[in-house]
Structures are given as structure tokens and as C-alpha cells.
């Protein structure tokens, strides 16, 4: 069964860089039908897609973020990253990295859950 | 942009209740639609894909229907477990992919 874990810094000052990592067990990253995403969601309020990645390197980007935001893949460590840049108070949430399935050649709905991370973005 | 609308935004309801749980899309999507549970404190999970295909692992007492632009997520008899939000996501366009506001499904 597919385990997905994030890590990274609580704590993220005004104007620095958020950077987080998920790391996937159970299953591998280069799995050729399955897409691996950034979801956030601000304390009590709704869900946010930020960025999806494929295991080649094809991303897809919240158009609302990617000037922000890049994600990368480590095949070799089965593990995909976020960097968010310039982060201000808006970013605070909760961070989860998901997979989502493979459909019509494009990520389709997301099928497993990292148990999220929170974010505070805080002098 | 595609965005969802889900309605109503917080239920309130009895153990034993059928439950409905209303989304709706500005444009048509199809019927590529997900809907999603989530728990205070916890990740969400997911329900239903496709707009009316069934998780493994989920109770039959969810079921989801709909195409286009309105979709329904009905919960047969209402559990205990199943007090929590509800979110529907669309992934037909990368538009980007959007999720609904969430409706929260609370205790009578």
C-alpha cells in the first residue's frame, strides 16, 4: 500500500523560500500510469492544487502560483519536492503531497494522501 | 478557470439520515469528478471517482451521480464516522484543477 510523508520546515520566514519533500513507499515514483501533486489548504478553509509532476519531469502548474512555485522528481530516492519563493502570511496552511491517478493521458483524481504538513509563514 | 460550487455549505443531519450533498460546475466537465471526505486533523480521503465510481474500500452507502455540470453525492444512512467536510474536484480541464468550498456535515 502506498505511503506518502512530507517533511520539511514548520516555519518559514516572510519573503524566504517554502521547501518541502514527499517521500513515497509502496509504491515507485516512475510508475508510468500515476502523477504526484502539492495540495494546500489554509487553516479552515478549502483545498488548493499547486503543482503536479510527472515521473519524466512534465509538470503542471496553478496558474495563480507558477511564477512561485517549482517541483522536481528524484527517481533514485522515489521522492518529489515543492519550492514555493516569496512567501508571505497568505501561504500558511496545511501542505500535502498526493498521488493522482493517470487519466486521458493527464492527472486524473487524487487516490492516496500524505498526512500533510503545516506551514506557518512568520517572523 | 472551471469553478465548483457546492451546496449546502454546512448539513445538518441524524445518524440514520440519507444525506445530499449538491456540486456544481461553471462549465461542463463531463463526469470527471472526484468527491473526498476529510476529518478535522486528517488528510482527505477519497470517495468516489468518475463522478459515480466507488473507492475500494468505501462503504456502499456513498454513492455519487451526475454529468456535466450538476453532481450529487448522497450518503444512504448516515454513520457516526461520517461527520466530517466533503469536497467535489474537477479534473477535466487543466484549468487548473479545482475543488469545491466544502460542505460540512454536522451533528442534529
Known amino acids: 500500500q502506498v505511503q506518502l510523508r512530507e517533511s520539511g520546515p514548520g516555519l518559514v520566514r516572510p519573503s524566504e523560500t517554502l521547501s518541502l519533500t514527499c517521500t513515497v513507499s509502496g509504491a515507485s515514483i516512475s510508475s508510468n500510469d500515476r502523477y504526484w501533486g502539492w495540495i494546500r489548504q489554509p487553516p479552515g478553509k478549502g483545498l488548493e492544487w499547486i503543482a503536479t509532476i510527472y515521473f519524466s519531469g512534465s509538470t503542471y502548474f496553478n496558474p495563480s502560483l507558477k511564477s512561485r512555485v517549482t517541483i522536481s522528481v528524484d527517481t533514485s530516492k522515489n521522492l518529489f519536492s515543492l519550492k514555493l519563493t516569496s512567501v508571505a502570511a497568505a501561504d500558511t496552511g496545511f501542505y500535502y503531497c498526493?498521488?493522482?491517478?493517470?487519466?486521458?493521458?493527464?492527472?486524473?483524481?487524487?487516490?492516496?494522501w500524505g498526512q500533510g504538513t503545516l506551514v506557518t509563514v512568520s517572523s | 478557470d472551471i469553478q465548483m460550487t457546492q451546496s449546502p455549505s454546512t448539513l445538518s443531519a441524524s445518524v440514520g439520515d440519507r444525506v445530499t450533498i449538491t456540486c456544481r460546475a461553471s462549465?461542463?466537465?463531463?463526469?470527471?469528478l472526484a468527491w473526498y471526505q476529510q476529518k478535522p486533523g486528517k488528510a482527505p480521503k477519497l470517495l468516489i471517482y468518475m463522478a459515480s465510481s466507488l473507492e475500494g474500500g468505501v462503504p456502499s452507502r456513498f454513492s455519487g451521480s451526475g454529468s456535466g455540470t450538476e453532481f450529487t453525492l448522497t450518503i444512504g444512512s448516515l454513520q457516526p464516522d461520517d461527520f466530517a467536510t466533503y469536497y467535489c474536484h474537477q479534473y477535466k480541464n487543466y484549468s487548473p484543477w479545482t475543488f469545491g468550498q466544502g460542505t460540512k456535515v454536522e451533528i442534529k
Open positions: 462549465q461542463d466537465i463531463n463526469n470527471w
Open positions: 498526493a498521488r493522482s491517478t493517470m487519466f486521458r493521458g493527464a492527472p486524473g483524481h487524487f487516490d492516496s
